[in-house]
């Protein structure tokens, strides 16, 4: 299968229903996003690589996040997978620039598992607005340069769990407090960053084929304070204040949904 040059980027159709035939999970989800005709081909098995990793890394745990969000993910493929993939899990995708088509992708998975829509929600904002609580996790699949930094950032800040998969390294948009004077050195000042702060760091790569920059860094915050689902609900908006009062209140309501497994 190639994913890189035209056919990679090429979006998904009509035609390539047929790819997609059996009731898998992944083939109902690729079908849902033929059907949107918004999302080219390298997204769609790269999100689903990425939500497969980070789902067995973080929602085998007892403590499970309770809300996922998506950060600068354009169309939030990423964030719907995990919902397809969890029960109980609210998303929002949080981007600057929100595309016109994300409301296609998000009224074809309404379409396939009726109600997936009131667990997600579209967010026009900067990482650097986020407030996170401690039964959040953050995502960013390809997160640019210091991207990548302020969602680690954010997530200390809140004492939430991220996935990241650093991309586009570069020295002058690097934006952790710790100095570093090569790009070889970046993703493992990172790890020991979190680290620092009372994470648990491992270091996943995703296949090859499917992206040249394939790592993701999990940041697992343990739950050792004796935490419960019933400490926080983390239903509001994360976002800082005055954006979480101009948006108003979230409306996710808590939805049994079937394990993906």
Known sequence: MRLDGYAGRRRLGLSDLRRF??????????????????????????????????????????????????????????????????????????????????????????REWPGLGSRHRYLEARAEDLSLGPHALVVALHACGGLTDDVLLAAVDGRAHAAVVPCCHSLRGYRLPVRVDRLDDIDRTRCAFMTDHGYDVVSHFLPAHLTPKNQVLFAARPFSNGLSHDDDDDVGLPLRSPLREALGPARLPSLAWSRWR
């Open 21 to 110: 035939e059996s009731e898998s999970l992944f083939d109902r989800s690729a079908r849902v996003v033929c059907g949107a005709q918004c999302v080219a081909k390298k997204e769609l098995y790269e999100n689903w690589a990425c939500a497969a990793a980070i789902h067995e890394h973080f929602f085998s745990r007892a403590m499970a996040p309770r809300v996922v969000v998506d950060v600068c993910g354009g169309h939030g493929l990423l964030g719907w997978f995990l919902l397809v993939m969890t029960s109980q899990t609210r998303c929002f995708a949080v981007d600057p620039r929100i595309p016109k088509s994300a409301a296609t992708l998000r009224d074809a998975f309404g």
